[in-house]
């Protein structure tokens, strides 16, 4: 994946935050629930159709107070991968 590509959530999908800082959300194309741990919550939240992967990692690693190299590399593979699966499962959508 370009890190210059823009992400959005599908307009299918239906999410909803708890209590606990959890997210979870519907994909009916995939007919899977999923549900998002605090932080994973968080990316969710910084995916707007606007943002491309580069700034998403910027501002996901500032949120996280991230300041190192090694930290924001680890950040950012960290994005890559939960963003993959965003896409694997039919949640977000390159545009």
Do not use: Y
């Amino acid at each position: 994946m370009d890190k210059d590509c823009i992400l959005k959530i599908k307009d299918e999908v239906a999410a909803r935050r708890s209590f606990d800082g959890t997210l979870v959300a519907v994909s009916p194309e995939s007919d899977k629930i999923i549900t998002l741990n605090e932080s994973a919550a968080v990316l969710w939240s910084l995916i707007d159709g606007k943002r491309d992967i580069t700034e998403i990692i910027t501002l996901f690693a500032a949120h996280f107070g991230a300041e190192t190299l090694d930290e924001i590399s680890r950040i950012e593979k960290d994005v890559v991968e939960i963003v993959d699966k965003f896409l694997e499962k039919q949640l977000v959508e390159i545009i």
